[in-house]
């Protein structure tokens, strides 16, 4: 049997655009022959499934999963919205969010076993793209725990148990009430969804970001002439209603319309009979910074017409 090496499987790689696992397969069962890997792969419909890939998939499902005290979510994308309404798709988003709560990244993800067994989460998300003949892709996922309390979530835009448009995951460290730390914590969850705050904490905000704000903000203070020390009182002032729209514990609570979300916290201790914590929190959009392919309809069809 001819040896299979990593250039081989390279080439043939670069040559049918299929996975790795798939083409260090087909080689081995093909004696280390090229030409018959690759008519091996289109048999099994894989080389047709990675000839997708070039295109673009902004649309999908958020799925979610959370076990009392660990929370997973994932994003898995397809080139239209219809097939989020698939239901071997969303069988496939609903598994995945449960194999992500045992944490690792994206690429430990797609090399556990699937589920119904025999196959990878990413070969099965290739078996999926052949068969339902659009291109897939397994973007994120994201994980969050507690040592004690709970970790909520929340689907905005359901269309599905535990998947949707949007996916939001609050982690409440507390002893208190299991019960009543979860209905607080899907309330801070759709706050989140709603207000898309970018840092738990003024201490978490992304120090490139705050320096950019100080330095516009500066700017146009000194446009009013003022004093030097009138201008760093107007800048601290500014900041502040910066933080108010960009940190969670800051913003106003959406669902009072008047509270800190971090008052709201506070004042939950009395309801759970202990001391809450929010520790931290994950907002995951669907799409969100993909570049969506804009496409003339009359061009499309005259290219088709053309061809």
Not at 24 to 36: C, Q
Not at 136 to 161: E, F, T
Not at 207 to 220: G, I, K, N, P
Not at 232 to 257: F, H, N, P, S
Request: proline share 2%.
């Amino acid at each position: 049997m001819a040896e299979i090496t990593a250039a081989l499987v390279k080439e043939l790689r670069e040559t049918s655009g299929a996975g790795m696992m798939d083409c260090k397969k087909a080689l081995a069962e093909n004696n280390g022959d090229i030409e018959a890997a690759v008519d091996w792969l289109r048999k099994k419909g894989l080389a047709a499934a990675a000839k997708k890939a070039g295109r673009v998939a902004a649309e999908g499902l958020v799925g979610a999963a959370a076990e009392g005290k660990a929370g997973a979510l994932v994003e898995v994308n397809a080139e239209t919205d219809f097939v989020a309404r698939n239901d071997q798709f969303q069988g496939f988003v609903a598994a995945v969010a449960k194999l992500a709560l045992a944490g690792g990244d994206i690429e430990a993800l797609k090399a556990a076993k699937y589920p119904d067994g025999g196959v990878t989460v990413a070969e099965k998300l290739t078996n999926l793209v052949a068969t339902i003949g659009e291109n897939m892709n397994l973007r994120r996922a994201a994980q969050l725990s507690v040592k004690d309390g709970v970790v909520a979530s929340y689907i905005h835009n359901s269309v599905a148990p535990g998947m949707g448009k949007i996916g939001v995951l609050v982690a409440l460290e507390s002893t208190g009430d299991a019960a009543k730390l979860q209905a607080l914590g899907k309330q801070i969850a759709m706050h989140v969804a709603a207000a898309n705050p970018q840092s738990l904490d003024i201490a978490s905000v992304d120090q490139s970001a705050l320096e950019r704000e100080r330095d516009v903000l500066s700017e146009q203070a000194r446009a009013s002439g003022k004093p030097e020390e009138i201008i760093a009182k107007m800048v601290e002032g500014r900041l502040r209603k910066y933080y108010e729209e960009v940190v969670l514990l800051e913003q106003v609570y959406v669902i009072d319309g008047e509270s800190r979300v971090k008052q709201v916290v506070e004042k939950a201790a009395k309801e759970v009979g202990a001391p809450v914590k929010l520790t931290g929190f994950v907002r995951m959009a669907l799409g969100e910074g993909i570049e969506k392919e804009e496409k003339d309809f009359a061009s499309e069809v005259a290219a088709q017409l053309k061809a």
